[in-house]
Each structure stands twice: as structure tokens, then as C-alpha cells.
């Protein structure tokens, strides 16, 4: 019969890959979640004139988004490698994995920033020779 506990209670508390693409995972879902209009009500703006700009921003976003998800797998990737990692390389990768969908939001908000301005001049379906574009802010959860 085995006494030494330290090693078990070590491997029991350490964060595992795992644990690491599941709450990245599980962020980066809730963070496309947030953006789906259907999800969740977000502020609409009536656009007279179609703005690229905008276009623009929504898919960096949806870039970010994406490579914080790629960030939560790369970080167990690493962590899943032949080397024994340190404690701090979970914490790093999921930092990664949080800065990025701050940085969603940041790019969310200065489009909804943008589409405010546009939407502030008001519509006229006589200014406008085609159907307005309809804008749906999701500015996520790190702007408020």
C-alpha cells in the first residue's frame, strides 16, 4: 500500500489540456453566440448608405473570435507536448484567449460607434435609391 500522496493530490490539481480547451472553448462560443441577432437583441441601426467599414469590422471580429479558439487549441497543444509545462502556461494561453475577445468587443464597439454616426442622419426612403442596410450591434460583454 502506497502513503506518499503528494504526487496524486499534484496530478489531481493541475490544470490539464483539457480543462484548457474546454473554457476556451466554452468563451469563444458564448463570444459568437452574443453576435448571432437571432441569439441575442442587440441595438439596430438603419443604414441610407451601405458601409463597407462596417462590413470590415464584423469580420474581424468574427476573426478574432476565431483565433482566440485556435489559441485555446494551440495552448493544449503545447501543453500536450513531450516537456512537462509550467504552471504559468495555462494561465498565458487562456490570458491569450480572454485579450482576444476583449479585442472582439473593442472592434464590435467602434462599429457600433460607427453605425450610430451613420444612423444619426436619419432616413429618408427618398435619399436612398436601394433598401437600407440594417445594422445589428452586438458590442459583447467587455463594453459597456
Known amino acids: 500500500m502506497r502513503t506518499d500522496l503528494t504526487?496524486?493530490?499534484?496530478?489531481?490539481?493541475?490544470?490539464?489540456?483539457?480543462?484548457?480547451?474546454?473554457?476556451?472553448?466554452s468563451l469563444c462560443a458564448l463570444a459568437v453566440l452574443e453576435r448571432v441577432p437571432?441569439?441575442?437583441s442587440g441595438r439596430?441601426?438603419?443604414?441610407?448608405?451601405?458601409s463597407s467599414t462596417l462590413d470590415h469590422l464584423t469580420l474581424v471580429a468574427f476573426?478574432?473570435?476565431l483565433a482566440a479558439g485556435i489559441a485555446a487549441l494551440a495552448g493544449a497543444v503545447m501543453m500536450?507536448?513531450?516537456?512537462?509545462?509550467?504552471?504559468?502556461?495555462?494561465?498565458v494561453w487562456l490570458v491569450a484567449v480572454v485579450a482576444l475577445l476583449v479585442a472582439a468587443d473593442r472592434v464590435d464597439a467602434h462599429g457600433e460607434a460607427l453605425a450610430a454616426?451613420?444612423?444619426?442622419?436619419g432616413f429618408s426612403a427618398t435619399a436612398c435609391d436601394y433598401l437600407p442596410q440594417d445594422y445589428s450591434a452586438t458590442p459583447g460583454?467587455?463594453?459597456?
Do not use: D, K, M
Open 44 to 50: 439596430r441601426y438603419l443604414l441610407c448608405h451601405a
Open 7 to 25: 504526487e496524486p493530490e499534484a496530478r489531481a490539481s493541475r490544470i490539464r489540456p483539457e480543462h484548457l480547451v474546454a473554457v476556451g472553448g
Open 38 to 40: 437571432a441569439v441575442v
Open 141 to 144: 460583454w467587455f463594453s459597456w
Open 63 to 65: 476573426g478574432l473570435v
Open 80 to 91: 500536450q507536448s513531450g516537456r512537462r509545462p509550467g504552471a504559468a502556461l495555462p494561465v
Open 117 to 121: 454616426r451613420g444612423a444619426a442622419t
